[in-house]
């Protein structure tokens, strides 16, 4: 049996005449199929995207019980247009991951900042300045810190807290790394200052506000041991420091503790923001139109193929299908066509075309259905569930104990959640009609209209004092200590003394406040008031181990300064003020941090004894403790003369 091979070109001139009179006959006929069949498939795909919103019985079970779970069994447009912009705490899971990553970043950060007694002798011999002069340094890591609250606040607002703590870990071992070639203490302002400073605040508000937007009723929990990283790494730094100064020089140790600082920016990436329930709902929809696409896809690819096999085996043409054949790509697939002189590239071009408009029309067809849903893209939305929208952000005890998140939490979340942008009316605020530019999340925790609240004014003027004392002592304990006669490296574990002791005084202090039977006020008062005397009466203290016993009350006491602000204030003003009282406290505190330390450093270059100096800022601990004291007897006076709404008691404000 022989076989015969035919060519492009020989099957073209035997055959030609031949189909020359079928083509015109049938070339009407078959245009009138292929326009049929095109509405059909016109029809198909806007009945397909009409109906992205129903069950697709080719979904996986995992994707149907999620979309059961986001929509609570609603289908119609209406209802899923409801669907939450602000993200639900899962309360676990990944929130785990975020609580490590805030852990370390609190044993870097803040072993850092509170390591910096260890390099006051230094600086001191490296540059020949007083004790003033040098302390200046030591106080605007921590101030500036503190004062790029508000700022950091927008940031984080806007481009979520990875990005702000990646950006901020880079900005703040920058600082460190330059201040290796400072030539004298105005550069180390600038640079180890105010630079690294500026970057601490960048990474510090992150770490706090992402663990509250992972948890909600293990906040209180989350919270603490997030915290607790800051007097561990107060306890590692000190001695670690001291090392590196002994073995490196000043310099080497900075540099070594700007690459550390680097690390915080993989902390940083750990904090994955959340999806709200609309976002993952949107993702849920374009999966299943992704899955729709391709079903449309085949069954396109088979009908074109339908349409030309008969075309193909038409007489003289059997043979030919043995021929080199070209492969056209498109959206919805690939069209396998003869490589015959009739297929010009002109067909092609309109084959591609044409499928593209399919392609087009699909997409088209599913606008109405997401925009029927409310559904935007999830860049336009950020803003709008950012961290800071929660005004329970900073609170740190447990929701337990806010009255309506256990009686209602829906109306709880509701009151609780404010979209930036419309925080409130501008007319009621007088922040926005002095600075009416500012970012909302700025005017709103720096509405000074609320230092017209006397309960609020006396704590500020408290918190105050409070923080011109707080970070002097962990500048001038190891010095203090080498006044006395003690080695460098006993002197600078003082500071580790202070640190556990204050790690141990966070958690006692964060689990005693949850405790109902505890008035929080005045326990909060009374460890500031014992604090302060502790820490006045350290010129009494001659021998190492009474200047141990000192550091270690003045670390435990302290430690509820630190957890107990954000639910006194919550107790004193309600939960709905939080955001903005907490934002002007960071102010006062960074100010009065910039002063501290600076004051007592100049009191002992007079006296040349830090008895006068520790004396002072003890008594002003003390009497930031006394004076809050009075502060039932103000409330009283106010709530009798303004009255207090049910809404104030609901949201935690005590009568």
Avoid at 167 to 191: D, E, R
Avoid at 228 to 240: E, K, M, N, R
Wanted: a neutral charge; proline letters at 4%.
């Amino acid at each position: 049996m022989t076989s015969k091979t035919f060519t492009r070109d020989s099957c073209y001139d035997r055959d030609a005449k031949n189909m020359e009179l079928e083509d015109v006959n049938k070339q009407s006929k078959e245009q009138e199929e292929l326009k049929i069949d095109d509405d059909d498939d016109d029809d198909n795909l806007n009945q397909n995207a009409q109906n992205v919103t129903q069950v697709d019985p080719l979904l996986d079970n995992d994707e149907k019980e999620e979309e059961s779970r986001l929509t609570n069994g609603r289908q119609s447009h209406d209802d899923l247009g409801m669907l939450s912009d602000v993200p639900i705490p899962p309360d676990g899971g990944w929130g785990w991951m975020i609580v490590l990553a805030s852990f370390f970043i609190h044993v870097v950060a803040d072993g850092v900042v509170y390591s910096f007694g260890v390099f006051l002798p230094e600086f001191i011999d490296q540059f020949g300045g007083g004790r003033a002069d040098t302390s200046l340094l030591g106080s605007l890591l921590p101030g500036i810190t503190l004062l790029t609250g508000p700022v950091s606040s927008v940031l984080t607002n806007k481009y979520g807290c990875r990005a702000v703590t990646i950006s901020g870990a880079f900005v703040a071992s920058l600082g460190f790394v330059i201040s290796i070639f400072a030539p004298n203490m105005i550069f180390l302002y600038f640079s180890f200052g105010i630079i690294s400073g500026f970057g601490l605040g960048l990474i510090y508000l992150p770490a706090i506000v992402s663990v509250g937007f992972y948890f909600e009723k293990k906040r209180a929990f989350a919270t603490g041991m997030a915290v607790c990283g800051s007097g561990f790494g107060t306890f590692v730094f000190a001695p670690f420091s001291r090392y590196l100064i002994d073995e490196y020089s000043w310099k080497g140790a900075v540099l070594i503790q700007a690459g550390l600082l680097l690390n915080c920016a993989v902390c940083g990436a750990l904090m994955r923001p959340l999806e709200s329930p609309r976002d993952k709902y949107e993702k849920l929809l374009r999966h299943r139109k992704e899955k729709q696409d391709r079903d449309i896809e085949a069954k396109n690819n088979r009908k074109e193929s339908d349409q030309q096999q008969p075309f193909l085996k038409k007489k003289g043409y059997k043979k030919c299908l043995k021929s080199p054949s070209i492969t056209v790509t498109s959206s919805h697939g690939s069209v396998n066509m003869l490589q015959e002189a009739r297929f010009t590239e002109e067909d092609l071009t309109k084959v591609v075309k044409k499928d593209a408009a399919k392609a087009r029309s699909a997409d088209l067809s599913l606008r109405p259905a997401r925009s029927q849903l409310g559904i935007v893209s999830s860049h336009s939305q950020h803003s709008l569930h950012g961290p800071l929208s929660r005004k329970d952000i900073f609170y740190s005890a447990s929701l337990v104990n806010i009255p309506m998140y256990t009686s209602n939490h829906s109306l709880y979340v509701t009151s609780v959640t404010s979209i930036p942008g419309i925080l409130r009316d501008d007319t009621d605020t007088a922040s926005s009609a002095v600075c009416p530019s500012l970012p909302p999340e700025v005017r709103e925790m720096l509405d000074f209209s609320l230092l017209k609240d006397k309960v609020f004014l006396l704590f500020v003027i408290s918190n105050f004092f409070t923080s011109v004392g707080f970070n002097t002592p962990f500048i001038f304990f190891p010095d203090r200590a080498m006044q006395e006669g003690i080695k460098k490296y006993e002197a600078s574990f003082l500071l580790s003394i202070i640190g556990i002791a204050n790690t141990i005084g966070r958690v006692v202090f964060g689990y005693i406040a949850d405790l109902k039977c505890v008035n929080r006020l005045y326990l909060y008062n009374s460890a500031l008031t014992v604090c302060g005397l502790a820490t006045a009466l350290n010129a009494l203290c001659t021998t190492y181990p009474l200047l141990a016993i000192d550091a270690a009350v003045f670390g435990l006491l302290i430690g509820a300064y630190v957890t107990m602000t954000s639910p006194i204030l919550v107790d004193l003003l309600g939960l709905d003020k939080l955001t903005n009282s907490f934002g002007l406290l960071l102010l006062f505190q960074g100010l009065a941090t910039l002063m501290g330390p600076p004051i007592a450093g100049g009191v002992f270059d007079e006296t040349q004894s830090y008895g006068a100096s520790f004396g002072i800022v003890g008594s002003m601990i003390a009497v930031s403790g006394i004076m809050l004291f009075f502060i039932p007897c103000v409330q009283r006076h106010v709530q009798k003369k303004k009255g207090m709404s049910q809404m104030d008691v609901d949201l935690g404000k005590k009568i």
